[in-house]
C-alpha cells in the first residue's frame, strides 16, 4: 500500500484561517483554473471521470471481456491500440472499463469514509468534553491498528466483492476524516464565532448546518480529493494481496497485478493499467493540492 | 558565511558517490553472489511459494509440507514415476485370507535419525498415532478398514482387515502415514523435531520461512550427494523466476504456465498435479436430478476450451481418473468431446428442449481459475439453450456449503489418486463420508468400487475400474473437467532431478541428484 | 497530532508558567500521555480480538479445508479442543490477558512454536526495514523538497517532480515487482532470495537485502515529504522575517540553511510520524515481494490461517509500535515549536 498520507496531515495553521472564511462557489472554479496544480489536476480528473463514465454506459472499442482465441498475447497495433491480454482481450476496453471500478470502489469508500468521519469529527468537535474524548479515543485505535490490516479483516470477514472492498478501504479512511474535520469545528468553537451566534440565540443546529459546516466544506472538498486517490491505490494494493474483486470485475488494481507474471513478454499488459492508475491518482493529488490553495485566502487573487 | 555552502556541497557530493557507489558495487556484488553458489558448501536451494507450515508428518495438509517432510521420513511403500507401487520400508507384501489380511516384509538395516532401528514394533506403533482421534490426522480415513496391527516377527507384520480392501497400499504411500520412531513418540516432539529414516535429516526450520536438512550419512538408499538441503518460501512466483536467473534457487516449484514460459533458456519438467477440477453436482432435486439434462450439460461443455481460458492451454482433460494405471479413457461415456446436437437431443429427452437454469458457486479465493472456468462454461452451455448463473462464495461460506450439499452445481478442485477406490470410495461408497457433497449414490456404483477394492488383481481391477469410470460419465453424476500442471523448473548444472506426480513423492529423486 | 486541538496542549492564553510549575506541568504531561498510550493499545487489543473472533471459519478450516468432512466425530472433538473452538469469548480473552500480562505471548495454532519466537524473529527486519524506509524518504524527499524550491522549475526541481510522481501514483507492489525483476533479468541479482541475513551476522548481505524494499517504500514517503517540504520552503523563503535578516546583512547562506531547515522542519516532523504508521502497512506488500521474513507477512498468512494467537499479538505490536512513534513525535513537535515552547 502506497503510504501517501498527504491529506492526512491535521490541520496546520494556514489552513484554519482559511476554514473560517468560505468561498464562493463560482470563485472556487476561477481560483481552481489559477493555481497549477489545480488545473493540471482538473485536467487529468477530467479525463478520468469521462473514461470511466463512457466505459459504463458501454463505449468502448470491444465489448472488454470478449476473448478473441486468434489474438492473444498481441502487441499495440491499430485494430488494438492497447494491445490485448492472454485471454485475447482488448486491453483499452479493459482499462476504461477498470477505470470505471475502481472509480467505483473509490467513490464508495470515500462516500462511507467521508459521511462517517465527517459526522464523528462534527460531533467531537462541536459536542462537551467527554463524547469528544470517547470518539477521539476510538479514532486513536482505529489509527494504531495498520489500514491494510483493517482491509485484511474486513475482507477476510465479509469476503472478496466490489462493495466489500469499498468498505475495507473506507473504513481505513474514517479515523482521518474526523481528525481533519474536528480542527476546524474545534476552532471555530473557541473562537468567538460560535458564542456570539449563541448569545444570539441561534439554535445549535442552526449554527451546525449554515454556519460550521459550509466552513469545513473547504477542507472536506481538500480531503475528499486526495482520499480518492488513496483509495485508488489501496484498492490496487487490495487486489494483489487477492482480495480485490473477483474475476470478471476487473479493477484496475486486478489488472496490474495480474500483469506482473506477464510484464516480461507482455510490457502492454502492466504498462497501460499503471499509467492509468497514475492519471487517477496523481490527477486527485493535484486537484486536491488546487483545492487547498483555492481555499487558502492567502494565495487568492484579490 | 561561506563554509556553510561548502558543508551543503560536500553533503551533496557524498550522497551522490554514496548512491552511485551504491548502485556500482549492486552490480559488482552479482559476480560474488554467483561465486558463493558455485561452492558445494551452500545448500542445495528448493523455492516455492509456500512455506513449511507444520513438521508432524501425521497432521500436514499443505503440499509444500508433503514434499518435504517426505524427503525426511518414508513409508512402507511409495510411488515410481508410472504411479505403481514399488517397495520403500516394505520388500515386499502379500494378500492373504481372501485380501482380509496384508503381510509386510519389513527392510533390514534401516536406523532413525536418533539412533533407533526400525523393526515392526515402528509399524504397529506409527498405525496406532495415525488411528488415535487426538492426532486429527486426516488421513486416518485412509486406513479405516484395519481392525489390527499385529507384528509377526521384528521384520514381519500383518494388517488384518476388516473387508477385503486393496485401496490401503495407495494410502500407505502418504506422508501422513509415515513411519515413526517410537522414542520420539514418546517424547512428543515430532512437533518440533522430525526424525525419520529418508534421504535427509532435519537441521533447522523458521516457520513459513525456509527448512534445512542435511543429507542422511546412513540413508538405507545410498549415498546422497547433495550436503544439504533448502526448501524456502518465496512468496511470488515471479520472484522464483527472478531467484532462479540469479542462480540463488537451483530448483523452482511452480504453477503458473505464464511464469514458467519466461524461463525458456531453463529446463522445465512438468507432470500432472494430484487433482482434477470437475463441476460437481446434486442430483436429489431441480433440473439437475434429471439424468438427461445433466447428459446435456456434459455434452454441450467443451472442456478443451475451458483449459484454454482458465489455465491457459496448460491441463489435460480428464475423466473420473485423471492419473495412473487405471487412468479414464475416454474420459467420457457420453460426450468425450464437445457436441452441442447431443446436448440438444439429451435436453429433447429430458423433456424440456429450451434448455434449463441452474446455479454454479465457484470461490476464487479457493482456485483462482475457478471463475475462468465458470465464465468459459457459461457462454459454451448458452449455445444448448442452458443457463448457468454464476455465484462466487469466499473461502468459509464456499466450505461450508460444499459440506452441506448446498448447492446446486460446484466447480470443484479435488485430490486425485492414483486409487479409485480411495479417490470415490468416501463419495459413493458405502457409508461414505463425504456422500452428501457427492450428491448421487446408487447401488451399482457402489458395488463397482468395492468390486475394485476387493480385488488385488490389475486385471480384475482394470475390469472394474473402468466400468466405473463409464457408469460415473454415463449418468453425468459429475462433469469432470481437466488436470493442470505443475512445474519444476530446474537450475542451469543440476543434474539428475526428475519431477514425479506424486504427493509424497514428486521430490524423491533429489536423494540422488547433484550439481556440477 | 494529540487529541487535544490543533496546534497543541490547550492552556489557558496568558499564563506563564513558573520553572517548578513547568518541570510538574510536564511529568504531568508526560504521564497522562503514558496512560493515554496504554489505554489505546489495549482498546485495539479488544478490537481485534473480537473481530477476529467474528471471522468466518477458525484455524481448523484453514488448515484442511473440505478435508474438514473427513474427520470422525471424535477426531473433530479433539481438534475443537485443541484449537479452542466453541469456548466463550470473555473467557478466550482472560485467558489471553492474564497469559500476557505474565509475559505469555502464545503459542501458535499452525506450526505450534510460541509467538514470541515467531515475533522475536520478525520483528528486527520489519523494523530496520521501516527505518532504512524512513531514513531514504527523508533523504529524497527533504533533499528534492529544499533543493527544487530554491531553485523552482531547474533539473533539480524537474528531477524531483518527476520522482515525486512515481512515489504518489504508481502502487509499490508495481514499483517493487519491476525492480526485482529488472535486477534479476538483466543483473543476474536477487540478493533477496537469499536467507534473509540479519546486520550483525552478515552486514554487507543484509544492506542489499534491506536497500531495495526499502527503496521501493521510500518512493512513497519521499514524495509525500518532498511536497511538503517544497511547499513549506516555499513559504519561509517569501516571509517576512527572512527578509528582514537578509536585510539586517546576513549572506544569502545563512540565512537558506538555519532558518528555512528549522521552520521547514516542523510539517516534516509532523507528517513523518504519520508516514510510520503507514509505512507498518506497506512493509506487508513490499516483504511478499522482496522475501522478507518480517511481521507483515506473518500477519498476512497468520489471517489466512485464522492464527489468532499471533494475529493478536502482532497486531498490539504494530499499535504499540504507532503509538509510540506519534508520542515521541509530539514531544519533538512541542520541544521544536516555539510557539508551544514559550507558552
Known amino acids: 500500500m502506497s503510504v501517501t498520507g498527504l491529506g492526512s496531515a491535521p490541520a496546520l495553521p494556514g489552513e484554519l484561517d482559511a476554514a473560517v472564511a468560505p468561498v464562493g462557489r463560482r470563485g472556487l472554479v476561477r481560483a481552481l483554473w489559477h493555481s497549477p496544480n489545480g488545473r493540471v489536476g482538473l485536467v487529468l480528473v477530467g479525463v478520468v471521470v469521462a473514461a470511466a463514465i463512457a466505459a459504463s454506459f458501454g463505449g468502448t472499442p470491444y465489448d472488454p471481456q470478449f476473448q478473441n482465441a486468434a489474438a492473444l498475447l498481441q502487441h499495440p497495433t491499430w485494430s488494438h491500440p492497447f494491445g490485448t491480454d492472454q485471454f485475447g482481450r482488448d486491453v483499452l476496453s479493459l482499462v476504461l472499463d477498470g477505470l470505471g471500478v475502481s472509480l467505483e470502489i473509490a467513490c464508495l469508500a470515500v462516500l462511507i469514509a467521508g459521511v462517517i468521519g465527517t459526522i464523528g469529527g462534527v460531533v467531537a468537535g462541536f459536542l462537551g468534553r467527554w463524547t469528544s474524548a470517547v470518539i477521539m479515543r476510538v479514532t486513536d485505535m482505529m489509527f494504531a491498528i495498520p489500514a491494510i490490516l483493517l482491509a485484511l479483516i474486513v475482507v477476510a470477514a465479509l469476503g472478496a466483492g466490489w462493495l466489500n472492498s469499498a468498505i475495507a478501504i473506507g473504513v481505513g479512511y474514517i479515523p482521518i476524516f474526523v481528525r481533519v474535520v474536528r480542527g476546524p469545528v474545534l476552532a471555530l468553537r473557541e473562537s468567538g464565532y460560535v458564542s456570539a451566534g449563541r448569545v444570539l440565540g441561534f439554535s445549535r443546529r442552526r449554527l451546525l448546518f449554515r454556519h460550521i459546516l459550509p466552513n469545513v466544506s473547504g477542507i472536506l472538498a481538500v480531503q475528499t480529493s486526495l482520499a480518492l486517490a488513496w483509495s485508488v491505490l489501496a484498492e490496487a494494493s487490495l487486489s494483489f494481496l487477492g482480495l480485490g474483486p473477483p474475476p470478471p470485475t476487473a479493477s484496475l488494481g486486478e489488472m496490474v497485478s495480474q500483469a506482473g507474471s506477464l510484464a516480461a513478454i507482455a510490457w502492454w499488459t502492466l504498462a497501460f493499467p499503471s499509467v492509468a492508475i497514475i492519471f487517477a491518482v496523481i490527477g486527485f493529488n493535484l486537484l486536491g493540492d488546487g483545492l487547498r490553495d483555492a481555499i487558502d485566502p492567502r494565495t487568492r487573487k484579490p | ?516 | 497530532m494529540t487529541d487535544d486541538g490543533p496546534a497543541g496542549a490547550v492552556a489557558p492564553a496568558g499564563r506563564r508558567l513558573s520553572g517548578e510549575g513547568r518541570a510538574r506541568g510536564l511529568l504531568f504531561e508526560v504521564a497522562r500521555r503514558l496512560a493515554s498510550m496504554v489505554l489505546t493499545i489495549f482498546g485495539v487489543s479488544i478490537i481485534v480480538f473480537l473481530v477476529l473472533r467474528l471471522l468466518p471459519g477458525n484455524a481448523l478450516t484453514s488448515a484442511l479445508g473440505v478435508s474438514e468432512g473427513l474427520l470422525t466425530h471424535a477426531q473433530l472433538v479433539a481438534l475443537d479442543h485443541y484449537y479452542g473452538i466453541g469456548e466463550p469469548v470473555i473467557q478466550q480473552y482472560g485467558s489471553w490477558l492474564h497469559a500476557i500480562l505474565t509475559g505469555n505471548l502464545g503459542v501458535s495454532l499452525q506450526s505450534r512454536t510460541s509467538v514470541a519466537s515467531l515475533v522475536g524473529t520478525a520483528l528486527p527486519v520489519t523494523f530496520e526495514l521501516a527505518i532504512a524506509a524512513m531514513l531514504l524518504g527523508l533523504l529524497i524527499g527533504v533533499l528534492f523538497g529544499v533543493f527544487g524550491a530554491l531553485r523552482p522549475g531547474r533539473a533539480v526541481d524537474v528531477t524531483g517532480q518527476g520522482v515525486s510522481v512515481i512515489g504518489l501514483g504508481v502502487p509499490s507492489f508495481v514499483i517493487g515487482t519491476g525492480l526485482v525483476t529488472l535486477l534479476a533479468s538483466v543483473f543476474q541479482y536477487f540478493p533477496s532470495s537469499e536467507t534473509f541475513a540479519s546486520l550483525t551476522s552478515d552486514p554487507w548481505l543484509n544492506i542489499q537485502q534491506i536497500f531495495f524494499p526499502a527503496l521501493t517504500l521510500s518512493l512513497g514517503i519521499g514524495a509525500a515529504i518532498m511536497r511538503t517540504t517544497r511547499a513549506s520552503v516555499l513559504e519561509v523563503v517569501g516571509q517576512n522575517y527572512v527578509r528582514t535578516a537578509r536585510g539586517k546583512g546576513l549572506s544569502r547562506h545563512s540565512v537558506t540553511w538555519k532558518h528555512i531547515f528549522l521552520n521547514a522542519f516542523i510539517p516534516v516532523l509532523t507528517m513523518s510520524g504519520i508516514q510510520l504508521g503507514y509505512l507498518l502497512g506497506g512493509t506487508v506488500i513490499v516483504e511478499q515481494i522482496f522475501v522478507l521474513p518480517g511481521l507483515g507477512r506473518l500477519l498476512v498468512e497468520s489471517i489466512n490461517g485464522r492464527d489468532f494467537p499471533v494475529v493478536q499479538s502482532v497486531t498490539t505490536i504494530f499499535a504499540a509500535g504507532f503509538v509510540v512513534v506519534n508520542m515521541v513525535v509530539d514531544v519533538l513537535y512541542a520541544a521544536i515549536d516555539p510557539r508551544i515552547r514559550n507558552r
Open chain 2, 1 to 516: 558565511m561561506r563554509y556553510t555552502k561548502v558543508i551543503r556541497n560536500v553533503v551533496v557530493l557524498a550522497a551522490s558517490v554514496g548512491l552511485a557507489g551504491a548502485l556500482c558495487s549492486s552490480v559488482g556484488a552479482a559476480p560474488r553472489v554467483q561465486a558463493i553458489h558455485s561452492s558445494s558448501a551452500s545448500p542445495f536451494v528448493v523455492a516455492s511459494t509456500s512455506g513449511v507450515q507444520k513438521l508432524d508428518p501425521d497432521v500436514v495438509t499443505n503440499f509444500v509440507d508433503f514434499q518435504a517432510l517426505g524427503l525426511i521420513y518414508d513409508q512402507l511403500v511409495r510411488y515410481n514415476k508410472q504411479l505403481q507401487f514399488v517397495p520403500d520400508l516394505a520388500t515386499s507384501w502379500a494378500f492373504s485370507n481372501g485380501n482380509r489380511a496384508i503381510t509386510f516384509q519389513l527392510r533390514k538395516n534401516v536406523t532413525f535419525d536418533d539412533g533407533t532401528s526400525f523393526t515392526s514394533a515402528n509399524v504397529v506403533a506409527s498405525i496406532d498415532r495415525v488411528l488415535a482421534p487426538k492426532t486429527g490426522d486426516a488421513s486416518a480415513s485412509y486406513i479405516s478398514s484395519v481392525k489390527t496391527v499385529v507384528a509377526k516377527g521384528p521384520y514381519s507384520v500383518e494388517f488384518v482387515l476388516s473387508h477385503p480392501d486393496s485401496s490401503i497400499l495407495s494410502g500407505l504411500t502418504s506422508v501422513n502415514l509415515s513411519m515413526l520412531s517410537t522414542k520420539a513418540i514418546a517424547a512428543g516432539t515430532l512437533a518440533t523435531t522430525p526424525d525419520g529414516t529418508g534421504p535427509y535429516m532435519f537441521a533447522s526450520w523458521s516457520p513459513n520461512n525456509y527448512l534445512i536438512l542435511t543429507a542422511n550419512p546412513h540413508y538405507w538408499g545410498g549415498k546422497v550427494k547433495l550436503a544439504s538441503v533448502k526448501i524456502e518460501a518465496i512468496p511470488t512466483e515471479q520472484s522464483i523466476a527472478s531467484a532462479i536467473e540469479a542462480n540463488t534457487v537451483q530448483l523452482g516449484l511452480l504453477t503458473e504456465p505464464e511464469v514458467a514460459k519466461t524461463l525458456s533458456s531453463y529446463t522445465v519438467q512438468n507432470v500432472l498435479d494430484l487433482s482434477y477440477r470437475a463441476l460437481m453436482l446434486q442430483d436429489k432435486t431441480g433440473p439437475l436430478a434429471n439424468v438427461n439434462n445433466r447428459r446435456a450439460l456434459e455434452c454441450a461443455i467443451n472442456r478443451k476450451q475451458i483449459v484454454a481460458d482458465s489455465v491457459f492451454g496448460q491441463g489435460q482433460v480428464v475423466g473420473p481418473i485423471p492419473m495412473g494405471p487405471f487412468a479414464s479413457n475416454p474420459v467420457s461415456a457420453v460426450c468425450p468431446n464437445t457436441n452441442v446436437a447431443a446436448a440438444k437431443r439429451y435436453l429433447k429427452a429430458a423433456g424440456d428442449p429450451s434448455g434449463f437454469t441452474f446455479t454454479a458457486i465457484t470461490s476464487v479465493a479457493i482456485d483462482p481459475t475457478s471463475s475462468a472456468q465458470a465464465i468459459a462454461a457459461q457462454s459454451e452451455l448458452a449455445q444448448a439453450g442452458i443457463k448457468m448463473n454464476i455465484e462466487n462464495l469466499a473461502t468459509d461460506a464456499y466450505i461450508q456449503d460444499w459440506l452441506k450439499g448446498d448447492f446446486q452445481a460446484c466447480f470443484a478442485w479435488n485430490g486425485a489418486n492414483p486409487d479409485p477406490y480411495t479417490m470415490y470410495g468416501r463419495y459413493f461408497g458405502q457409508g461414505a463420508n463425504l456422500g452428501v457433497p457427492a450428491g448421487y449414490s446408487s447401488p451399482a456404483l457402489q458395488k463397482l468400487l468395492l468390486q475394485g477394492d476387493e480385488s488385488s488383481s490389475a486385471s480384475a481391477q482394470q475390469k472394474y475400474y473402468s466400468e466405473l469410470s463409464a457408469n460415473l460419465t454415463g449418468n453425468a453424476v459429475w462433469v469432470w473437467l481437466f488436470t493442470s500442471y505443475d512445474y519444476a523448473v530446474v537450475g542451469h548444472g543440476v543434474n539428475g532431478f526428475s519431477f514425479f506426480p506424486s504427493l509424497t513423492d514428486s521430490l524423491q529423486t533429489l536423494s540422488s541428484t547433484s550439481v556440477s
